[in-house]
């Protein structure tokens, strides 16, 4: 196919098919700022790990790896050895900077040869955070408060709801006896009373 366009300024002449080619890139690093812009700096780091020694990483193998992680990246989810893994975006931070403070440190065999090492790290922190919420669980499970033992009102609306404990009934006064008789007097008329029942 021949040359559609041509620089106004050097005459370098441009196929239309190379600026279709390269909608395609633009709508990757589109896909990538979305996600962060912040963390899309950080992926571009990432990415220069990847350059061979005393060579630069063309732009087709950096939109090549990009894209072979921004579906994890909107998710925010990786699969590793067998299984899905949570990976916020904050996670891919960190993991991120640890990589690069390794190569800074030469701690890194560069040039990388895929995104294992990356992914590495990210089920690491997420098996890290799962160990530590479940100590916490048993943590609060040893720890929480106890059922109450005695059957009382578990609340205080079961309180409240309570009927008022009824008063025990008191005895009935005896009537008062007649002023000036002395009890002795009245056990002797009570038993003279009692003996004249007996004997009718």
């Known amino acids: 196919m021949s040359a559609d366009l041509s620089c ?3 005459g370098t002449e441009l196929d239309l098919a190379v600026l279709f080619a ?12 979305a996600v962060s812009i912040p963390l899309g700096g950080r992926v571009l ?26 579906p994890d990246l909107e998710r925010e989810a990786i699969s590793w050895k067998g ?6 975006r904050t996670a891919w931070a960190m993991a991120i900077d640890q990589m690069l403070s390794a190569r800074d440190a030469q701690r890194l065999e560069l040039p990388m040869k895929g995104h294992g090492y990356l992914f590495a790290i990210l089920a690491g922190m997420a098996d890290r955070h799962e160990g530590q ?3 916490q669980r048993e943590q609060d499970l040893r720890t929480g408060p106890r059922a109450a033992t005695v059957n009382g009102p578990k609340s205080v609306a079961d309180l409240v709801q309570q009927p008022a404990p009824t008063a025990a009934p008191r005895p009935v006064p005896a009537a008062p006896a007649p002023a000036g008789v002395s009890p002795m007097v009245r056990a002797m008329r009570a038993e003279i009373e009692r003996k004249k029942g007996t004997a009718q």
């Open 8 to 10: 106004p300024v050097c």
């Open 22 to 33: 390269h909608e395609g890139d633009q709508r990757a690093l589109a896909r990538l700022a």
């Open 45 to 70: 780091q990432y990415l220069a790990l990847f350059t061979p020694p005393k060579q630069r990483l063309t732009a087709a193998k950096k939109i090549k790896l990009i894209l072979q992680l921004l």
């Open 83 to 88: 299984r899905d893994w949570p990976a916020p």
């Open 133 to 135: 919420a479940e100590q």
